[in-house]
Each structure stands twice: as C-alpha cells, then as structure tokens.
C-alpha cells in the first residue's frame, strides 16, 4: 500500500473514518422518505398504470340533476359508442376505507358484477383482473394487502348495511366503505395473493341500471382503444356536469396532481437534509484537514503536486462516500424489510425499489460530496510548510 | 551550484514598516560539501534556505541553481526541484502521524514500493533507529528519532542538494554529532547546507556563512 494513497489514511484513520462514512451514509434517509412517498400511491399505480381499455361513469354529485343526466346518458350511450369502444354495461361498486401507508384515509371503488358472464367479458377485454381470476356469483375477491387493511377475513360474509357506508361482517365487525350503490344481498369474501389492492365481486341480487356505466373496447388495436375511452371520456366530462368519465389516464392526472404537492414537500425536504449534512459532514471535513495541514504542507513541500493532493483528498472523500451509500443502503433495506415484516399484517407494505428515492439520495449525496471535494480546492491553496 | 545575486527578502511589503528577511545578499555554493548557515533567531537562516529551495519566492533579485533561476519557474519544474534535486528537514519534522517511521521516509519515493522500504530501512538503521523502531508510528517515538526519520526521509531520493534546518534541534549531543558525522559523509558528493544557531555542530563544515539581520556578516571556509 503506498503511504501517500487514499486507502494508507483510511486504515491508518479507521474509527475517524468509520464516523465519516456514517455521516455521509445519513442521506440514505432521503431514499427512505421517497419510499415512504411513493407508497402513497403505489396501490394506484399498480392499478392505473395499465392500457386505457376502459372507463367507467358515475355520478359525481348527490342531487336530482345526476339522475337525470344519468337517465340521458343511458338513454342514448350508444351515440358515444364507437367501432372500437363498442360494449358496455351497468355495474355496482363496492369500496372499503383503507389507510396508506402514511396513514391516511383512503378509497378506491371496485364494481361488483351482476353475472359471472359480465365480469368474464369484462375481465377478458380489459387489463384490469387478471386473466386467470374466476368470480362465482355471491362472492366478493379482495387482495391480501386489501383485506388486511380493512379488516376483512377469509370466509367473512358481507351484508349491506342499512346505515349508509358500512358493511358488516357477520361476526358483527363492521369495515367501513366508501362505495356501496345500490348493493343488496350478502357477498362472501375470498382472499387472493395478487400485487396491490384489488377487489371485485358477482352478485345477482344487483336489481338495477342505477349505478355505474361501464364501457370498454373489444378489439385487438390497443391504441385506438386507447384513443376512443379518452374521446368518449372527455366528451362525456364535458357534457354532464353531474357525471364523471373516469379512466386510467384521469386518475393517474388526478393523482399526480394530489401527490405533486407531497413531492415538492419531498424536494424541500431533500434540499434541508442535503444541506444539514452537508454542513455538519464538511464542518467535520474542516476540522480534520485543520489536524491535517502539517501532513498536507509536506506532500507540497516534497514536490507533490497540488492536484495530486486533491487527487488523494477526492479519492478519500469518494471511497467514504461509497462506504458510507453501502452502509445506508443495508441500513435501509433491513428497515425496510423489518417495516414490511411489522406492517404486512396491517396490510400495508413497501412494494419495490424507489426510482424517486435513488433520486432523491444521489441529490442529496451530490450536496454533501461536491462541497467537500471543492473546498479541498481551495484548502490546499493554502497549505505551506514555511507559514507554521 | 546555487548563486544568488542580490537575494533580497521583504515581508508585510505593503506595510509602512518593511522587514527585511534578507537584503542584497550576493552567495555561490558549491557542488558539493557541508556549508553551515549560522546566525541568531530571526536573522533570516531559514528564510534563505525557504528561498533557495523554492518554498518562497524572492521579492527581489535572483537564484540560479545549476545557471538557471529558480524564481519564476514553472509549477512542474518547481515540484521536480523539490522531488528529485533537493531532500528537506525541517525544524519542525513534519513527519505524518499515521504513518510508521518507514512509511514516512517512502513518502514521496520515486521507485517501487518494495525497493523503496528496503532502502528505507537501511538509511533508518544506518542513522541510528533499531528495528523495531522502523515500524512504529512518530507518535511512538521521541524528538531524537523523529528527527532521524526526517533526515532519512530527505535522503530517500538521493537529492543533490539537502536542505536541513536545525537537524540537530531535538537530539542529545552524542546524537548531534553523529547526526552531523552522517551528514557530513552525505556531502562528499553532494551539497547539504545545514541551518544551525549552535555554532559546535558544524565545526566540521567546508564552509560556515554567518548571517545577521538578513545580511551576510562572515563568511569562513574550512582549510
């Protein structure tokens, strides 16, 4: 090992370095927050991010003017229908309160089918079950992750409840819903392993073309599809006040516009912890090339030359530095899996890798290293053996 | 070897009161042999060895080193100068903490690491530590052996030119002298200008110059 090279201090310096590197490991915890973010909706996204194969309309409001335009619509829906966006149908929809991550209260409607050939016709023209996914009549399918969260257990039987907005179980427990229309009968739940939360059901006891209007294409070009839902969506948007086209583009505009607030938040956040490290990792920095300086006057005064030092300084700072990323990464994945281990249970988990935490921690890392090797510029101007 | 003509040094330049380091000082040296700089604390020792070997600039006049001037060189030069012309010792060792006593004369070493350590070791043995001195760190070891490790360190690239400001500050006499005899033998093919206020170390000198208050006072050459 050469003494002059970077890895001759680090051994020599180990505890000084250890603290160093844990130091700049700290901006492992912005990934942790982007993480916690975009949990927030990543139940969503695993339902939003598909093709637009499908829309479906509700009512927006609760007063007379929804029923009535929702009595036009039906009446002539089939002047919206197009050569690729040419099926539809009435459905109900059912949806329970769950937490996010974050802990917020949160709802997402699912439709209830009146026969099992709709939904098979649904679910085989549309991306929205998979494919494999069988319903019988009288039985609600929810996701693990769903049915943890709200409350539900295999086997339950669920009963419309008078009250509006609650479903009880039949062991008097009751789970709160957000979307219960026109739903009548009792539907037994089956829990099912699939990513997300997901939930859907066919009952015959549904009596009525009141609820949701549902509409999707049959055809094999994707792309038109695609093209025609938004089409009629937007017309539709744009007509009845009352009503809401809604579809996988819509939601995720909605959502983004929801969660783009929380991000900049997120960015703020990013920027103060960034700079708090930043501060106190080259504070530290300071303090060690001020014990250092004698070491470094010498290398000058030996005919090192200065970008030599900067060289040694830089790589110093960079190996810390990757140490430091490694040792918050463990860190942060082990939280991560001791998280999910606690949170599973409660239905609520971290799904993946976070795009926008590796973002967010390279940022941030960016802030505290790029100071420190600058500085090292203009330490090392000043270093000279005659001046002590 | 070195010359200089009109060597002057001012420091606070800007100031009303200007302090002359070194004023008009007109010096040559040889190629080789021991030449001792002595003179009292401030009377600009240091300041001329800090200039002839390029750690400070003069603020006036001219040094050439083998005919060429070492004022306005360039910053590769200038390091080759220190690197591979010239060995230092400083008053003040400045000796690397967390390095052991051999990593700190390999420092700046020009060849392989393995050979490096080997000549290390020698030059360390040969002026006075014991082996198992040769791998602890400075923090370790008292001023004497400190200074020896200096001296080794300067020595390391065979430099034509050794500078050495008081060598001989934190050692017993017995070690002073044997420090110097090392010296002395170092000169025989080279130059080594030792910087000293104790006049008894460098009795055995080709050359003593006598420097006061930035002046040359005396100059004497050995018979």
């Known amino acids: 090992m050469k003494p002059f090279g970077a890895l001759c201090f680090i051994k020599n310096n180990m505890l000084r370095c250890i603290v160093l590197a844990i130091m700049m490991g700290c901006v492992t915890v912005c990934y942790m927050g982007a993480l916690y973010m975009d949990n927030i909706s990543e139940p969503f996204w695993i339902r939003y991010n598909k093709k637009i194969d499908n829309?479906?309309?509700?009512?927006?409001?609760?007063?007379?003017?929804?029923?009535?335009?929702?009595?036009?619509?039906?009446?002539?829906?089939?002047?919206?229908?197009?050569?690729?966006?040419?099926?539809?149908?009435?459905?109900?929809?059912?949806?329970?309160?769950?937490?996010?991550?974050m802990g917020f209260n949160n709802n997402m409607g699912f439709p209830v089918f009146e026969s099992v050939e709709d939904y098979k016709e649904f679910r085989n023209h549309t991306s929205m079950f998979p494919k494999d996914l069988e319903v019988k009549d009288g039985e609600l399918v929810v996701s693990r992750m769903y049915a943890n969260n709200v409350g539900i257990k295999d086997g339950d039987t669920i009963i419309y409840n008078k009250n509006a907005g609650k479903c009880d179980r039949v062991d008097e427990h009751t789970v709160r819903t957000s979307f219960v229309r026109l739903y009548k009968g009792e539907l037994k739940a089956r829990i099912i392993d699939v990513d997300g939360m997901l939930c859907t059901g066919v009952s015959k006891d549904y009596?009525?073309?009141?609820?949701?209007?549902?509409?999707?294409?049959?055809?094999?070009?994707?792309?038109?599809?695609?093209?025609?839902?938004?089409?009629?969506?937007?017309?539709?948007?744009?007509?009845?006040?009352?009503?809401?086209?809604?579809?996988?583009?819509?939601?995720?505009?909605?959502?983004?516009?929801?969660?783009?607030?929380?991000?900049?938040?997120?960015?703020?956040?990013?920027?103060?912890?960034?700079?708090?490290?930043?501060?106190?990792?080259?504070?530290?920095?300071?303090?060690?090339?001020?014990?250092?300086?004698?070491?470094?006057?010498?290398y000058k005064a030996l005919g090192f030359k200065r970008r030599e030092i900067i060289s040694k300084i830089t790589k110093e700072t960079i190996i810390l530095n990757i140490t430091g990323i490694l040792f918050g990464t463990v860190v942060c994945t082990i939280s991560v899996a001791i998280l999910n281990n606690l949170l599973y249970e409660r239905g609520l988990h971290f799904y993946s890798i976070s795009s926008n935490g590796i973002i967010a921690t390279v940022i941030c890392n960016a802030l505290v290293v790029i100071p420190v090797i600058l500085l090292s510029f203009k330490r090392t101007a000043k270093y000279d053996v005659t001046a002590y | 070897m070195f010359e200089?003509?009109?060597?002057?040094?001012?420091?606070?330049?800007?100031?009303?009161?200007?302090?002359?380091?070194?004023?008009?000082?007109?010096?040559?040296?040889?190629?080789?042999?021991l030449i001792g700089i002595i003179g009292p604390s401030g009377s600009g020792k240091s300041t001329l060895m800090y200039t002839m070997s390029t750690l400070k600039k003069l603020t006036e006049g001219e040094i050439l080193y083998n005919g060429e001037s070492v004022i306005n060189i360039s910053d590769s030069k200038r390091q080759h100068l220190r690197r591979d012309e010239f060995g230092f010792v400083f008053q003040r060792h400045y000796l690397v903490p967390y390095m052991t006593a051999v990593e700190n004369v390999i420092l700046a070493a020009n060849d392989s690491i393995a050979k490096s350590k080997e000549k290390a070791r020698n030059l360390l043995l040969e002026i006075g530590l014991r082996e198992k001195e040769l791998n602890k760190k400075p923090g370790k070891l008292s001023g004497g052996q400190r200074q020896r490790i200096?001296?080794?360190?300067?020595?390391?690239?065979?430099?034509?030119?050794?500078?050495?400001?008081?060598?001989?500050?934190?050692?017993?006499?017995?070690?002073?002298?044997?420090?110097?005899?090392?010296?002395?033998?170092?000169?025989?093919?080279?130059?080594?200008?030792?910087i000293t206020h104790d006049a008894s170390i460098i009795k055995d000198a080709d050359k003593v110059i006598e420097i006061w208050d930035g002046t040359i006072a005396n100059i004497k050459e050995s018979v």
Do not use: W
């Open chain 1, 207 to 298: 009596d009525g073309n009141d609820g949701c209007l549902f509409f999707y294409g049959t055809g094999d070009d994707k792309d038109k599809i695609e093209n025609d839902i938004k089409k009629i969506s937007d017309e539709i948007n744009g007509k009845f006040k009352n009503l809401r086209a809604e579809n996988n583009k819509l939601s995720r505009d909605d959502l983004n516009t929801q969660i783009g607030f929380m991000y900049s938040v997120l960015g703020m956040i990013i920027v103060v912890v960034g700079a708090v490290i930043a501060i106190t990792v080259n504070a530290t920095y300071a303090a060690t090339y001020e014990k250092r300086k004698y070491e470094f006057s010498i």
């Open chain 2, 4 to 33: 200089l003509k009109d060597a002057t040094m001012i420091y606070d330049i800007e100031k009303e009161e200007m302090v002359y380091a070194m004023k008009n000082i007109n010096l040559s040296f040889p190629d080789t042999g």
């Open chain 1, 55 to 101: 829309a479906y309309v509700y009512k927006n409001t609760s007063n007379n003017g929804a029923i009535e335009e929702q009595k036009e619509l039906g009446t002539h829906i089939e002047d919206y229908l197009t050569e690729h966006v040419n099926k539809y149908m009435y459905i109900d929809m059912i949806g329970f309160d769950f937490t996010s991550i």
């Open chain 2, 150 to 194: 200096a001296i080794a360190r300067a020595m390391m690239n065979d430099p034509k030119v050794l500078f050495a400001d008081e060598p001989t500050a934190s050692l017993d006499h017995e070690n002073a002298f044997l420090v110097m005899k090392k010296l002395k033998e170092y000169s025989k093919n080279r130059l080594v200008i030792v």
